[in-house]
Nanobody
């Protein structure tokens, strides 16, 4: 079992930055690939990025590549999402996820195969 709690969302202007954090609990945290998803208003939830258990492998959606960076600290049981050069289309509820899969596998997995946080709102004003 893994419990996930996101924080760090808020309102930011176009071009600004935010750093999201996700705190995890559970004894097997290290074993999981961790990722971030988002759900824009009126749209389906979509994959953003994932990082494997060691942090050596990451995978990004094309829409955020070069602007967002995922990282993790296993000792603190945390995963982060540094978001730079934010655009209005980045506005969404951002969710942290944990799953026993590869980073590429997380991009195509089904929801019931992962643990999810409750989400944190990110709003980018134009």
């Amino acid at each position: 079992q893994v419990q996930l709690v996101e924080s760090g969302g808020g309102l930011v202007q176009t071009g600004g930055s935010l750093r999201l954090s996700c705190a995890a609990s559970g004894r097997t945290f290290r074993s999981y690939t961790l990722g971030w998803f988002r759900q824009p208003p009126g749209k389906e939830r979509e994959f953003v990025t994932a990082i494997n258990w060691s942090g050596a492998s990451t995978y990004y959606a094309d829409s955020v590549k070069g602007r967002f960076t995922i990282s993790r600290e296993n000792a603190k049981k945390k995963v982060y999402l540094q978001m730079n050069s934010l655009k209005p289309e980045d506005t969404a509820v951002y969710y942290c996820a944990a799953a026993m899969t590869t980073v590429q596998g997380m991009a195509v997995m089904i929801s019931r195969d992962a643990y999810w946080g409750q989400g944190t709102q990110v709003t980018v004003s134009s």
